[in-house]
């Protein structure tokens, strides 16, 4: 990413460290080269670990330090832009101090810290002032859906009207997910895998994913015949889909497949899922999943749970099957209807990748994104 000059400077803060493949990799990434593209000079600055390892809590704590230096002491510019965490109070402080205006993108809910960090929640009174504190400073405030932006609204009942919302979603890189005739032809480390048809997972093996209803959706004697299922990634359920995978010869484990391979395990498949369940409250606020885009960018049709966001997607480009969150039942009938159906679920797929263009692609996000930080600030553009 390019330094700050005199002009359209932007200081973009992210407190998680980007490792491609991570959902947040992708959004952080997209959204600064749309905001470059678009005339700001971005200086984006993340944590810095030493190793490939997961680091320690003293690690964590030593780069949240060494951050909070650099942002401090880096030129000032015209707005400050960092991601809800409760180590973005300082950032919005620092923010104040110079008389800058800062912007916080909410991605999830408070809970979501004490999710991951189960152990921290004796300290949750301190870490919800400080990400409460953030929002309070902030000039702006984008949420990726109507819930997380409703969420923000009762945290900041004494000062909404000092704040200006925005609602900007996840989205896809058209140019990356194409359909499959658009693909360049490839060796593939999956390849001995697409022999015949199949309905593909991917993504982060976590519970909330819906990765259960999925396995028994596929281990059901009313599952279609023919059809594979092929699961890609790591998480808390890898033992499971494993265990599955040997019970089930057409339920396929392929391991982690790398970024630049995605686009061309989705196309290849008939049919994707995103069949988020409200575990943990991991859906209460609604749901954008990278995932779905990404699916529908690639001219795929999906079986979607019924879940605020994503469900209003298929209603909008009737793209995909609706189902009830976790019913296997449901999932199965879907299945069978696409794949039973080929022209069915070519309309639908060619309808969601219409959508994504016309809506959804990155760089409508990152013009939305840039036009929101315009009007709050008032820099004009050029």
């Known amino acids: 990413m390019t330094g700050l000059n005199t002009s359209n400077s932007l200081v973009y ?18 959204v600064v080269e749309g905001l470059e593209r678009s005339g700001w000079n971005v200086t984006l600055m993340t944590p810095q670990y030493r190793g490939k390892g997961l680091p320690s809590i003293t ?26 965490h409760f180590a973005g109070f300082v950032i919005a402080l620092i923010a104040s101090l110079r008389s800058v205006p800062s912007i ?25 002032w400080m990400m409460t504190g953030q929002l309070k ?14 969420y923000c609204r009762a945290k900041l009942v004494d000062k909404d009207e000092h704040v200006s919302y925005e609602v900007i979603t996840n989205g896809a ?6 359909k499959l005739s658009e693909l360049q032809p490839r060796r593939l480390s999956f390849e001995s895998e697409i022999t015949q048809p199949y309905a593909v997972f991917f993504g982060t093996f976590a519970r909330w994913q819906g990765i259960q209803a999925i396995l028994e959706a596929a281990s059901s004697s009313n599952w279609p015949k023919g059809l594979n299922l092929l699961l890609a990634g790591d998480g808390a359920m890898r033992g499971s889909v ?57 001219g795929v049709p999906a079986v979607v749970s019924e879940m605020d966001g994503q469900a209003d997607v298929i209603q909008e480009g009737d793209c995909g099957i609706l189902v009830p969150q976790g019913a296997v039942t449901d999932i199965v009938k879907a299945v069978s ?30 013009e939305r994104t840039d036009i929101f930080i ?7 553009k050029g």
């Open 59 to 84: 690690a964590r704590i030593f780069s949240l330090f060494n951050l909070w230096w650099r942002v401090l002491f880096t030129e000032k510019p015209d707005v400050y832009y960092a991601r809800m």
């Open 242 to 298: 494993e265990e599955y995978a040997k019970r089930y010869e057409h339920i396929r484990y392929i391991g982690r497949v790398s970024y630049n391979e995605i686009p061309y395990l989705i196309a290849n498949a008939q049919i994707g899922f995103a069949l988020t369940e409200n575990i943990d409250q991991r859906g209460l606020y609604g749901a954008y999943p990278l995932k779905l885009f990404e699916t529908l960018s690639c």
């Open 104 to 128: 916080v993108e909410v991605n999830g809910p408070y809970e979501d810290l004490y999710i991951a960090w189960p152990f921290v929640r004796r300290f949750r009174g301190l870490f919800d």
């Open 374 to 380: 315009r009007g709050i600030i008032e820099v004009p």
């Open 173 to 178: 890189n058209i140019s990356e997910f194409l």
């Open 13 to 30: 803060v992210s407190f998680e460290p980007l490792r491609e493949g991570h959902a947040s990799y992708t959004h952080v990434c997209e």
């Open 137 to 150: 400073r902030a000039k702006g405030i984008i949420s990726v859906t109507p819930g997380l932006q409703r």
């Open 337 to 366: 209807k696409l794949h039973d159906d080929p022209k069915v679920a070519m309309q639908m797929g060619n309808r969601g990748r219409a959508l994504v263009h016309r809506k959804y692609a990155w760089s409508k996000i990152a």
